[in-house]
């Protein structure tokens, strides 16, 4: 499953329709397959996976597993940097 971070949640529903069906979709891969997205290697994210949405958005989750259960969750939405 898919959780959220309060904060995620709160971002994301300020989010314009476009965006969060595109962000829905993603989420759905990562439902399926959750290592396919990179680990951010530094800053405040680090060691939490992300993936860009329309170069405007990061979304950032971390994968969790125990005996029991796997799920990832939207840990953050944050504006996408710009690339120099």
């Known amino acids: 499953g898919i959780g959220w971070a309060d904060a995620a949640l709160g971002v994301f ?3 314009p329709p476009s965006v969060q069906e595109q962000i829905r979709r993603r ?3 990562v439902r ?3 290592r396919m997205y990179p680990l951010s290697a530094r800053g405040p994210h680090r060691g939490l ?3 860009h949405v329309f170069r405007r958005w990061t979304v ?3 994968f969790m597993t125990t005996e029991e259960y796997e799920a990832a969750e939207v840990v953050a939405i944050r504006p ?3 690339r120099r």
Do not use: H, K, T
């Open 80 to 82: 996408a940097r710009a």
């Open 49 to 51: 996976r992300r993936f």
């Open 32 to 34: 399926d397959n959750p």
């Open 13 to 15: 529903v300020g989010l």
């Open 27 to 29: 989420l759905e891969y």
């Open 60 to 62: 950032y989750y971390r």
